[in-house]
C-alpha cells in the first residue's frame, strides 16, 4: 500500500486496550491484521490506518494465537482453556467450537488449501482437524514436548513443530507420522518457518539465533556449520532420508546459524 509508512518507522500503537497481545496476523491480502490479547479478545483493524474492523471475538480465557484462512473469509484462535475456535468476519459466536478442555492451545495454523487446521496444547499434543466442521483428523505422534509453535508446509503434506525440547520436529499431515526431530539450538524454539518453495525452515530460539535447515547439497550461509549428531556426515544424511521416505539428497540439515546484530 502506497499509504503505508515507511519500513521501520512505527505506524503508532494499535489494540490490546494496553493488555499484552500474544499473536498478529495479516490477512492474506493484506488490508488486515488481527491480534489476539490477553483479556480474551481477537481483534481486527485495517493495516493502512489502524481503524479497527471487526471483534473482539470473546473467549473467557486469554486468546494465545490467531489465524487467517486462505481466503480470508476466517479467522481461527486459540485459547488457555484449550478450546479452537473458527469466526465468520462479523459474527458475534463462533461458527466452529473445538473443546479439549485443561491444557491451554498455544498455536493454531490453518493448511494452505484451507481444508484442515492444526493446533498445539500445553498438553504436548498436536492435533489437526477439519476446518470446515472441526471434526477430529489425526493426533501427531512423536516422542515430543510442548509445542510452541507450529507451520504447514506449502504444499500441506508436512507439519513442522518447535518448542520446549529445543528441537525442530517434522510430521507427515496425512497419517500423522513423526518424520525426524533435529537438534542445534541450545535454549526453547519459539518460531518456525516454511519457505515459499518448502525447500528450507527457518527457527528462531531463546538462545538468541535463528537456524536456517535445508537440503544438503545447499551450502551453508550465515557462517553456520553443521551440528554434532543426527545432521552431520553421510551416514546421518542417509539416515534421516529414509526416516523421511525421500531420496538421500532431500533430508534437512543445518544450513546457517544466524546471530542479530544488536
Given amino acids: 500500500h502506497d499509504d503505508l509508512p515507511i519500513y521501520g518507522e512505527p505506524a503508532g ?25 490477553d483479556d480474551g ?44 475456535r473458527l469466526w465468520i468476519a462479523g459474527s458475534d459466536s463462533p461458527d466452529v467450537s473445538i473443546e479439549s478442555p485443561g491444557a491451554a492451545m498455544n498455536w493454531v495454523t490453518f493448511s494452505p488449501d484451507g481444508f484442515r487446521l492444526a493446533g498445539c496444547s500445553s498438553d504436548a499434543t498436536v492435533r489437526v482437524w477439519d476446518a470446515a466442521t472441526g471434526r477430529p483428523l489425526v493426533v501427531l505422534d512423536g516422542p515430543v514436548g510442548q509445542i510452541w509453535e507450529m507451520a504447514f ?7 513442522a513443530g518447535v518448542g520446549a525440547d529445543r528441537r525442530l520436529h517434522l510430521w ?5 507420522r513423526h518424520l ?11 518460531a518456525v518457518a516454511f519457505a515459499p518453495d518448502g525447500q528450507a525452515i527457518l527457527t528462531g530460539s531463546w538462545d538468541g539465533t535463528a537456524r536456517l535447515w535445508g537440503c544438503p547439497r545447499r ?9 554434532r549428531g543426527e545432521s552431520s556426515g553421510r551416514r546421518a544424511r542417509q539416515h534421516l532420508a529414509e526416516r523421511l521416505g525421500e531420496h538421500p539428497s532431500a533430508p534437512l540439515e543445518p544450513l546457517g546459524l544466524l546471530r542479530p546484530e544488536l
Fill in 13 to 37: 500503537g494499535i489494540g490490546g486496550n494496553g493488555r499484552p497481545l500474544y499473536a498478529l496476523a495479516f490477512s492474506p491480502d493484506g488490508a488486515r491484521f488481527a491480534t489476539a490479547c
Fill in 41 to 84: 479478545g481477537v481483534r481486527v483493524y485495517d493495516a493502512v490506518n489502524g481503524s479497527p474492523i471487526d471483534g473482539p471475538f470473546k473467549h473467557p480465557r486469554r486468546s494465545l494465537g490467531v489465524a487467517w484462512s486462505p481466503d480470508g473469509g476466517r479467522l481461527a484462535t486459540a485459547c488457555a482453556d484449550g478450546s479452537v
Fill in 153 to 159: 508446509s506449502p504444499d500441506g503434506s508436512r507439519i
Fill in 172 to 176: 507427515e499431515t496425512a497419517g500423522g
Fill in 180 to 190: 525426524v526431530a533435529l537438534e542445534g539450538h541450545a535454549d526453547e524454539v519459539w
Fill in 219 to 227: 551450502s551453508f550461509i550465515g557462517g553456520g556449520r553443521p551440528h
